[in-house]
Every structure is written in C-alpha cells, then in structure tokens.
C-alpha cells in the first residue's frame, strides 16, 4: 500500500505560479512511477505529468508543456508539480497518483494509488 497526501493548492492569479507537493508514505516509493493528473468542473480527469522512477524521464500534457515541470525526491518520498504562467483554465483538483507499471503512463487506469486532491484556482 502506498499513501498519497497532496498539498499546496491555492487560489492565485492568471500569470502566477503555485508548486504542488504530494508526500507518500509506504511501501518504496522509488519502484513508483509517479503522475499528475486533474479534474475541472463538469470534465472528466486527465493527465497533466508524470515522472519515472529515478525521475530521468517526464512526460506532459501538451496543454502545460513550458509551463509546468514535475520533479521528485527520492529521499524524501515527495513528487513536485511546479506551475507557471497559469491560466484560468488550469483551475481544477490536482491529484497525484503512483503506479508500478512500465508503459501507459497516460493513462489514469494503470495507477494504482491515489491521493485525495488538492483545489487549484486561477483568477482573470
């Protein structure tokens, strides 16, 4: 089992930044890839980011691609989702979520654990 508690979340303006920490605890935290994801009102969740084990690999989102940035530590069994230039569309529950499989980082199915989400809003 591994638990996920996100923090960080906030109301900012459009152009502001906000960083994301997701802090886990459990089994090792380094045989996860990790992944962000989000949910606005009225939509369905979808991908933002995702890092693999050593956090030598990332992958995006082409809607935060330049803007945001995922990263982890290891040692401290923490991912970090560092958000600029942010747009009133980007409002939405950020989760993170840990997974143990090798491909299909994309998608929600294959993670399988989750944090409880964090609220972001962006103001025009």
């Known amino acids: 089992q591994v638990q996920l508690v996100e923090s960080g979340g906030g109301t900012v303006q459009a152009g502001g930044s906000l960083r994301l920490s997701c802090a886990a605890s459990?089994?090792?935290?380094?045989?996860?890839?990790m992944g962000w994801f989000r949910q606005a009102p009225g939509k369905e969740r979808e991908f933002v980011a995702c890092v693999s084990w050593t956090g030598g690999t990332t992958y995006y989102a082409d809607s935060v691609k330049g803007r945001f940035t995922i990263s982890r530590d290891n040692a401290k069994s923490t991912v970090y989702l560092q958000m600029i230039s942010l747009k009133p569309e980007d409002t939405a529950v950020y989760y993170c979520?840990?997974?143990?499989?090798?491909?299909?980082?994309?998608?929600?199915?294959?993670?399988?654990?989750w944090g409880q989400g964090t609220q972001v809003t962006v103001s025009s």
């Open positions: 459990g089994r090792m935290f380094e045989n996860y890839v």
């Open positions: 979520a840990a997974t143990a499989r090798a491909t299909e980082w994309g998608h929600e199915y294959v993670y399988d654990y």
